[in-house]
């Protein structure tokens, strides 16, 4: 079982920025591929970023290519999103995930632990 807890979400005005962290506990962190995806009201959980284990390749959403920075800390059991110029079509309810199937995870169907998530409000 694997515990994943977000943290760093917020209200930003459009063009800011905000980094948000998820931490690991209860197994092995770098024996997981680790992703972002995201949830606005109304609308299907979505995919926004993803790392494999090593931390060395990541994998975006076009939405948020060239805006949005994911990265891990294996040695700290944390991954991070770093989120900048944000656009209020941003805004929505953050969520970590973990794989330890796949080297990357892109896809909800191949979640095996999602955290509570966190609310990254936007406005214009």
């Known amino acids: 079982q694997v515990q994943l807890v977000e943290s760093g979400g917020g209200l930003v005005q459009a063009g800011g920025s905000l980094r948000l962290s998820c931490a690991a506990s209860g197994r092995t962190f770098s024996n997981y591929a680790m992703g972002w995806f995201r949830q606005a009201p109304g609308k299907e959980r979505e995919f926004v970023a993803t790392?494999?284990?090593?931390?060395?390749?990541?994998y975006y959403a076009d939405s948020v290519k060239g805006r949005f920075t994911i990265s891990r800390d294996n040695a700290k059991n944390t991954v991070y999103l770093q989120m900048n110029s944000l656009k209020p079509e941003d805004t929505a309810v953050y969520y970590c995930?973990?794989?330890?199937?796949?080297?990357?995870?892109?896809?909800?169907?191949?979640?095996?632990?999602w955290g509570q998530g966190t609310q990254v409000t936007v406005s214009s």
């Open positions: 790392i494999n284990r090593s931390g060395g390749s990541t």
């Open positions: 995930a973990a794989n330890v199937h796949s080297n990357m995870v892109i896809s909800t169907r191949g979640v095996d632990y």
